[in-house]
Nanobody, 122 residues
Framework: QVQLVESGGGSVQAGGSLTLSCAVSKYTGCTYAMSWYRQPPGKSREFVSRIDVPDRRTYADSVKGRFTIFQDGAKNTVSLQMNRLQSEDTAMYYC????????????????WGLGTQVTVSS
């Protein structure tokens, strides 16, 4: 129903920037709110940011002012621009899709990608 493929992770020094991308494959007629989550080493998965129509964006307090979520409808991608990275941002980052419109049996409910690793060294 939905395939999510993350890319753009890597290693960066504190203060640096990275942009993560999530390529979305979905059926026509299905609409999803897109989110980024992360799971730091030894910790639970946590919310980072979400974007849904019409371009409403929310952020975790820990990333406000540093991260920006945006989507390219033409390319079916959702990206996360991460600036002023800190060691605390080190985590596996996951893309998530939550159905907001469309038939449940066709569109499914929610989906996760496999993740991309971000490592920030101080």
């Amino acid at each position: 129903q939905v395939q999510l493929v993350e890319s753009g992770g890597g290693s960066v020094q504190a203060g640096g920037s990275l942009t993560l991308s999530c390529a979305v494959s979905k059926y026509t007629g299905c609409t999803y709110a897109m989110s980024w989550y992360r799971q730091p080493p030894g910790k639970s998965r946590e919310f980072v940011s979400r974007i849904d129509v019409p371009d409403r964006r929310t952020y975790a307090d820990s990333v406000k002012g540093r991260f920006t979520i945006f989507q390219d409808g033409a390319k079916n991608t959702v990206s996360l621009q991460m600036n002023r990275l800190q060691s605390e941002d080190t985590a596996m980052y996951y893309c998530r899709a939550d159905r907001t419109a469309g038939i449940l049996s066709r569109c499914g409910s929610n989906f996760w990608g496999l993740g991309t690793q971000v490592t920030v060294s101080s």
